[in-house]
């Protein structure tokens, strides 16, 4: 259980929500688990539940309490709500931004920068970490051709060349990925980022964590009462999840690129976790993927310090505080939206 900004998450699986005068009450096994106050709540989000009651349900719709449910592993099932005047009120400011491309860029630069910073700092780690295994002046450098770069987006108002930058930033970034993979260099090796289909073993588990991450952003997207598919970077394409790809983005080096490369480095996949298909496809075998998964979830529940917020949350709420804040910047309560900023 961890409340966040007025939102309240139940993390813990097989959790039955019920109400107690003005109270939701978690349950496991009927073993009270604690108690929250539902004044202040502007929404409660539940991860693997067994139930919540008529009563509770009720309550919430009456007074404006959004009620979401998710799967354990973040993907969106269903949101219970009464008067949905400020969903309406704050998906109609979206959808009004969104068309001005303008205000679209002044957002959109926000995710850009904090995923070029992201990526720097990837890039610094390294450097620190493993001074003997990589060409440390080389990295330095890319390290300061990023930084220039988050100089140009910080004052960019232009889509295009807004995605100009991005695009130079990820060749920049993408050129040393393959050094900082530091085992099984004869099975693992990043040349060029393909995507479909993914064609090596590294593009396979980039894509696989890539599809999981957006999976998770759109379903926090989802919970703060955000349109998934209306976005200011990518534009609207029908089926796709335009704001969760803009929201990811700060979030792709972090949350997916470490994670694979942890998984590559630690030696907890290998060659034989990989099946070629005749198309040239790689992709994970059943088996693989169930590991990876569990992996996946496991890396959501270790604990970190948001750098805006000052809380200690787990990294799967990390997508869940980043769409709070990207609400709160459409209402007006935020001069503009804080990107995740990891160091």
Request: glycine share 6%; net charge positive.
């Amino acid at each position: 259980m961890k409340k966040l900004q007025n939102t309240l998450y139940i993390t813990q699986p097989d959790v039955y929500l019920s109400l107690d005068g003005d109270n939701v009450v978690l349950l496991k096994e009927q073993e009270k688990l604690g108690r929250v106050p539902l004044h202040n709540l502007e929404s409660i989000v539940a991860f693997g539940y067994t139930g919540a009651s008529p009563a509770l349900m009720g309550y919430c719709a009456d007074n404006n309490v959004s009620l979401l449910f998710l799967t354990m592993n973040g993907r969106f099932l269903a949101r219970v709500t009464g008067e949905s005047r400020g969903n309406v009120i704050l998906r109609k400011k979206q959808y009004a931004l969104s068309e001005d491309e303008t205000k679209s860029a002044r957002i959109a630069r926000n995710f850009i920068i904090g995923k070029i910073y992201n990526h720097k700092w990837i890039l610094e780690r390294t450097t620190r970490d493993y001074p003997l295994r990589v060409n440390v002046e080389q990295f330095k450098e890319a390290s300061q051709q990023l930084s220039a770069l988050i100089l140009e987006v910080r004052n960019c108002e232009q889509l295009d060349r807004l995605r100009g930058f991005e695009g130079q930033a990820a060749i920049t970034y993408n050129k040393l990925f393959d050094s900082m993979i530091l085992q099984q260099k004869e099975d693992f090796q990043f040349h060029l980022r393909s995507r479909r289909p993914p064609l090596d073993n590294v593009n396979a588990m980039l894509s696989f964590s890539y599809t999981l991450l957006a999976h998770d952003t759109a379903s926090a997207l989802e919970a703060v009462g955000l349109d998934s598919y209306v976005g200011f970077l990518h534009r609207d394409r029908p089926g796709r999840v335009s704001l969760a790809l803009d929201l990811m983005e700060e979030l792709r080096g972090v949350m997916a690129d470490k994670f694979v490369l942890t998984q590559i480095n630690k030696k907890l996949v290998s060659k034989e976790d990989f099946v070629k298909k005749e198309n040239g496809a790689v992709i994970m075998t059943d088996e693989a993927r169930k590991r990876f998964l569990t992996a996946w979830q496991n890396r959501k529940q270790e604990k970190i310090t948001h750098p805006y917020l000052g809380e200690k949350i787990s990294w799967g709420l990390v997508p869940h505080a980043q769409a709070l804040l990207l609400a709160r910047h459409l209402r007006n309560d935020l001069d503009e939206y804080p990107p995740f900023l990891w160091k």
